[in-house]
């Protein structure tokens, strides 16, 4: 899956480092990430924090060996990320221009720079937390939900969480979940790690930084896609996760789950199919997909028939239940499920506060007309558990819209850091 470096800089002036953030994935040194003026004590204070891998530090650099959590508050990966999610070998098509992303990256990209943070009440105020998002266009929904434990009360805050709203990525928990709940032995991640699916033309889709298509074919482990799948959000790797899970058994799952207001698709790539107005969505080919670039949108992302939708109530229901073991035989498969979903690109995309174990999944989708926006998950702190759903529907003519992007994200971190604070008091 890659990892991160941290390089510390020789100092410009006394005391100053700057550092730069690379996937090791990447070598192209503009797929880095500077940030200015950090000490190297406090650099290598904030890297300590983790404890996940092994550090080194030789006098001017500072190296990472984790995929995970140092400094990764940023709201894009990459420029390969963004405008890389379909390419011909002899070069990119227009598709690319659709931004058709549903991870939590491309459209959180303006957000991160100046975020303020709100001081962390003892108390959380619902009608201030609610009037985070008031301001906001189009269509919001909230829950955040804290069960109440050691003689402490419970926390609810909700707004408009039943509708149903376009998720985007974030309902590729469920197909983590279902496919972790066909592996469920004592020996998962063994068995995870042996299953191997095929990576080819019949799973490529777009936006799939991680497994490339299509250059890269051959077969990869179940437990990796899984991974490329909840880490950044690869459709590819999706695809292929619920080619092996089968569509109909993850809404199974679902519908057996409560969630009436959630839509699986068939696949990213049918989805993609169905905006595009394919006469036969669910065959849609990766050449068909290809051929289709120049074509207008025919569907919009919300609708009946093939989308990926949820509602506030129905993540946070599904999130209290899943990250206790509810839809697992053996606690093995409740950490592997853990484990996966500590991955989560939202957790430092928003970025969630410090000072909490986090369990997340994002979504997006930027196309001209309609944008979306969710972030859900659940969080431990201080012996208490607190689930969330914050999501954002709204029309805008063009291709990207960045202030509402930024004003979301901080409006969402803003939020959990309140309520963060309050469970830790």
């Known amino acids: 899956m890659g990892g991160f470096s ?86 990119e098509d227009n598709m690319q221009s659709r931004r058709l992303f549903m991870g939590a990256t491309a459209a959180f990209s303006a957000a991160l720079a100046g975020q303020p943070r709100a001081a962390s009440p003892t108390v959380v105020s619902s009608d201030r937390i609610l009037s985070l998002f008031h301001a906001l266009p189009g269509e919001t929904a909230i829950r955040i939900r804290a069960p109440a434990a050691n003689d402490k009360p419970e926390i609810d805050i909700a707004s408009n969480a039943s509708a149903q709203l376009f998720v985007g990525s974030a309902i590729k928990t469920f197909i983590l979940a279902e496919s972790l709940a066909q592996a469920d032995t004592p020996d998962v991640v063994h068995t995870l790690t042996t299953t191997q699916l095929q990576l080819n033309e019949t799973v490529w889709s777009a936006d799939s930084a991680t497994f490339n298509p299509p250059n890269l074919i051959g077969v990869v482990s179940q437990r990796t896609a899984l991974e490329a799948m909840i880490l950044h959000s690869d459709n590819t790797a999706t695809d292929m996760s619920i080619r092996h899970a089968g569509a109909s058994n993850v809404r199974r799952f679902v519908q057996a789950a409560g969630l009436h207001r959630t839509m699986i698709p068939e696949s990213t790539r049918s989805f993609f199919g169905y905006l595009l107005g394919a006469r036969d969505y669910q065959t849609f080919t990766w050449a068909d997909l290809q051929a289709a670039a120049p074509s207008p949108m025919v569907n919009p992302p919300l609708n009946k028939v093939e989308t990926l939708a949820s509602s506030a ?113």
């Open 6 to 91: 941290a390089v510390i800089a020789a100092p410009e002036a006394t005391g100053s480092r700057s550092i730069r953030l690379c996937s090791a994935i990447r070598s192209d040194p503009n797929d880095c990430v500077q940030y200015n003026a950090i000490s190297l004590p406090a650099a290598r204070r904030r890297i300590q924090k983790f404890h996940y891998h092994p550090l080194q530090y030789p006098d001017q650099h500072v190296v990472l060996t984790t995929p995970q959590r140092l400094l990764c508050r940023r709201m894009s990966w990459t420029r390969s990320r963004i405008e890389g999610s379909l390419r011909h070998h002899q070069g």
């Open 313 to 425: 109530d129905d993540l946070v229901s599904y999130y209290s239940r899943a990250l206790q073991g509810t839809f697992f035989r053996n606690p093995q498969t409740l950490n592997e499920f853990r484990r996966i979903l500590s991955l989560g690109d939202a957790i430092w995309l928003v970025p969630l506060p410090l000072g909490a174990s986090a369990f997340c999944k994002g979504g997006s989708i930027d196309v001209p007309g309609f944008h979306c926006l969710c972030v859900a998950g659940g969080m431990f702190v201080n012996q208490r558990w607190v689930c969330f759903a914050l999501i954002i529907n709204w029309q805008a003519a063009a291709e990207t819209d960045p202030a509402t992007a930024a004003a979301f994200a901080s409006a969402a971190s803003q939020a959990m850091g309140m309520v963060i604070g309050a469970l830790s008091a």
